[in-house]
């Protein structure tokens, strides 16, 4: 086998899978290198995402409204159930397999694609000189560490090593009381007292799938108001769905010392009064966000400039200051989310290969996995407020829509907002049922300058909760037909 490749891929998450498999497709000759492993030590590409992220954690969400149902909403469906119990071992055991399919569908795609995948842990050696050994182009040595080690050359490298969770200060992650997302994934017993320090998406969403399966949850967030960054309208929302389940969130809290003891965990805290209390529980989740991922690159070996916060500084087409280095995803700046670090990846290869990819930040959604579910893309209404934008807003509730009181899901609202003079879609916003899945019209309709009379004149199903979006844009204009 050479070891010789037009382009080769650090990471095999999000970003790195895809951009080896794009490049791939465009005709290089790619490796892509991932040091994952499972628990019998094979290979496990996906990244965080794929085995401590979004997939194990939309399982476990699944798992455990399907439970939460049963409990509650199938007697309004005259189904009884009696005897009702959860085996969370089972439950984690098929988040498990859920996992395994996405590593080996990702290795699948490798081979499909003919991208050479090496299992084990990448490193900058030095940069290569252009000529015999390297090729026409020079480029960079990467060593490879595993079981298989070995050493590359490439000439265009991409950097996709993803991040770490951010641990609280003098609270160390031992994943066995003090969890970060990848502990909280793993928990085989309810735990009876659950407390949670940031009440951001990883927060919500593991809060949610314990407290459904019997958990008190405390989430402790730092921050005066909920979730800052959406829509106020929908985050309040949000917040009155979550008190009335049984959510515990306190906001503007100062956390003060964590001590571990052999049966939990207490926590000091300042309520937002300044009030002195504590937290003690069975299980803390610390979810106070995430830091890049460099462990073990060796930047400093080729000069890889990183910043103040350790990410690798990029321009706005993903280069970094190396001449054929690249970076994407969660290791350079912008939102943490898998699906960005896919479309730069895409971009990043389609540059390589001489065409011009593009990723606009401003059409990336974002989505919050609870029930009812949050999503949004473009401008809050604080924003445009705060940015002395002319607007126009309409929402409409799922109350009035008829799948959604089929579905007996009538919880939350879509609301867009729109240009005063021109009509377009400046912002959607959606918490409900399916929120994930209504927010990639909004997107579409963003991405090609549609106003919201585009929105309201295009015929949607019926029944279905699309419908809701169809008379939030006709209530930009005031004319709802159903509300």
Same mark, same amino acid.
């Given at each position: ?76 469906? $005259? ?5 009702? /119990?959860? =085996? ?6 098929? @988040?498990? #397999?859920?996992? *395994? !399919? ?119 967030? $730092? ?5 800052? /960054?959406? =829509? ?6 949000? @917040?009155? #769905?979550?008190? *009335? !389940? ?238």
């Amino acid at each position: 086998m050479s070891n010789q490749f037009d382009v080769i891929v650090i990471g095999a998450g999000p970003g790195g899978y895809i951009a080896a498999i794009r490049a791939a497709q465009l005709g290089k000759n790619v490796a892509c290198i991932d040091a994952w492993s499972n628990a019998a030590g094979g290979a496990a590409p996906g990244g965080t995402c794929t085995n401590v992220g979004c997939i194990p954690s939309k399982a476990l969400l699944q798992s455990s409204e399907h439970f939460e149902h049963a409990g509650h909403a199938f007697a309004d469906h $005259g189904i009884s159930v009696k005897g009702l /119990a959860i =085996d969370a071992a089972k439950m984690v055991a098929r @988040k498990d #397999a859920v996992v *395994k !399919q996405n590593n080996d569908g990702i290795l699948y795609l490798f081979k499909k694609n003919k991208v050479t995948f090496f299992h084990g842990t990448a490193s900058f050696v030095k940069a290569v000189a252009p000529g015999a050994t390297s090729g026409a182009q020079g480029g960079y040595e990467i060593a490879v560490a595993g079981k298989a080690p070995a050493t590359l050359v490439g000439a265009q490298i991409i950097v996709a090593t993803g991040s770490n969770p951010r641990a609280l200060p003098g609270a160390a992650f031992d994943e066995q009381q003090i969890l970060s997302n990848t502990g909280a994934l793993a928990l085989t017993e309810v735990p009876k007292k659950l407390g949670l320090i940031g009440s951001g998406v990883i927060g919500l969403e593991m809060g949610s799938v314990w407290r459904r399966l019997g958990a008190e949850v405390t989430v402790l967030e $730092g921050l005066p108001t909920f979730l800052g /960054a959406v =829509d106020e309208q929908i985050a309040k929302e949000a @917040k009155k #769905a979550f008190d *009335k !389940q049984g959510l515990k969130i306190e906001l503007g809290v100062k956390v003060g010392e964590v001590k571990v003891a052999k049966k939990g965990v207490t926590v000091a805290y300042t309520n937002a009064k300044g009030e002195a209390q504590t937290l003690a529980v069975d299980k803390l989740i610390v979810s106070i966000g995430r830091v890049p991922n460099i462990d073990g690159l060796n930047a400093q070996a080729v000069g890889l400039q990183l910043d103040e916060r350790g990410a690798i500084v990029v321009d706005a087409e993903c280069k970094t200051n190396l001449p054929g280095v690249w970076a994407v995803g969660d290791v350079v700046r912008g939102p943490m989310l898998a699906h960005k670090a896919e479309e730069e990846g895409v971009a990043v290869a389609e540059r390589i290969a001489g065409q011009h990819g593009h990723v606009d930040f401003n059409l990336i959604p974002w989505v919050i996995y609870t029930s009812p579910e949050i999503a949004w893309v473009g401008r809050t209404e604080q924003q445009l407020k705060a940015d002395g934008v002319a607007y126009k807003a309409g929402s409409f509730p799922f109350l009035a829509n008829g799948r959604a009181r089929a579905l007996g899901d009538t919880t939350g609202l879509v609301k867009i907002l729109a240009d005063a003079k021109t009509d377009e879609v400046l912002g959607a916003h959606i918490v409900g049922p399916m929120a994930s899945e209504l927010i990639a019209e909004c997107v579409m309709a963003m991405a090609f300058k549609a106003s919201a009379e585009d929105i309201a004149r295009i015929c949607h199903a019926h029944p279905s909760l699309s419908e809701s979006t169809k008379e939030a844009a006709l209530a930009v204009d005031k004319r709802t037909l159903n509300f």
